[in-house]
């Protein structure tokens, strides 16, 4: 049982942390040409909940590193997720018009310029990858290994591939194995590599780099089976758009397929899932623990 105030407060701790570090990273909004930049700024900085970089931070730590050894890469991931939430927003994919209670990226800029902001986003990423060499205690076989990591979870057999499969479901009843698939790619894969990234980078144990994955794999499902559940019966200020908005796209979710009460239970096993993969590591990896924990409740 957590002790949700002062988890809340620890998440709220390390997001600050996480904010003021992509505000060293990222281009000023000035920068020239100004449009595509404040763009980008848009993007970003458009109250995220900043899971995936504080997961490069808690796995960095667990190796034994300290969390500046790693903001580059952190930051790194917090871009390419931020690219794909501008990409699926626009009107050829989910064609939404709100994102966290804000007009979507293509709504304020315009759509040619929420392309280019996602390519942008996504460019620079790689730029900052590249940037950990400059890192003391970084070890160059680590980042190149690294980097490799972040590129394939983002590319065609990752998080690309899961959207293009996203895409194709559209009007079509899944079957679980497919619906699986879908998301471990579109939604897992960018966390197994934040949280791995991080040890990587802290020369961790390859013992330890693997059940910090399984743990992500798991809490990748959790967290996608929740945003199906709160799609449906969440608090639409909370979450910052319209609910309904799978049905509205015609997506098969676990809940139009399984049901909400097997939906929650399947959460609840991927959370069981995540702490048993934690058994490898001491109280230093608390956190995590009741992060997953956290997440079947909630609320956005």
Not at 185 to 206: D, P, V
Not at 229 to 254: A, C, F
Request: net charge negative.
């Amino acid at each position: 049982m957590i002790n949700t105030g002062s988890f809340l407060n620890q998440l709220k701790v390390r997001k600050e942390y996480v904010e003021r570090c992509l505000m060293e990273f990222l281009p000023p909004a000035s920068t020239y040409p100004p449009l595509i930049h404040e763009a980008m700024h848009y993007a970003v900085f458009n109250g995220g909940k900043r899971l995936r970089p504080i997961m490069v931070f808690e796995g960095a730590v667990l190796g034994g590193a300290d969390k500046e050894q790693v903001i580059p890469a952190a930051c790194a991931l917090e871009l390419i997720h931020s690219y794909s939430l501008v990409h699926d927003d626009l009107p050829a994919m989910d064609n939404d018009e709100m994102r966290r209670g804000k007009p979507t990226c293509h709504i304020v800029y315009g759509e040619a310029n929420a392309i280019l902001t996602g390519d942008a986003l996504l460019t620079a990423a790689f730029e900052l990858l590249a940037e950990n060499a400059r890192v003391a205690r970084v070890k160059a076989e680590n980042l190149l290994r690294a980097i490799q990591t972040v590129a394939m979870a983002a590319g065609s057999r990752g998080m690309i591939g899961g959207q293009v499969l996203d895409l194709q479901s559209e009007g079509v009843e899944l079957d679980f194995s497919t619906l699986e698939k879908l998301h471990s790619l579109k939604t897992g894969q960018l966390f197994r590599a934040a949280l791995t990234t991080g040890a990587i980078l802290s020369g961790m144990e390859e013992a330890g780099i693997a059940a910090l994955d399984e743990y992500a794999k798991s809490f990748g499902m959790a967290f996608q089976i929740t945003d199906d559940i709160l799609d449906v019966t969440g608090n639409q200020d909370l979450i910052g758009k319209p609910l309904g908005s799978d049905e509205k796209n015609h997506k098969s979710t676990y809940v139009s397929l399984l049901g909400m009460d097997q939906s929650c239970r399947l959460a609840q096993d991927a959370v069981e899932s995540c702490l048993k993969a934690l058994n490898y590591f001491g109280p230093e990896a608390d956190f995590l623990r009741e992060l997953a924990s956290y997440t079947l409740n909630r609320q956005n």
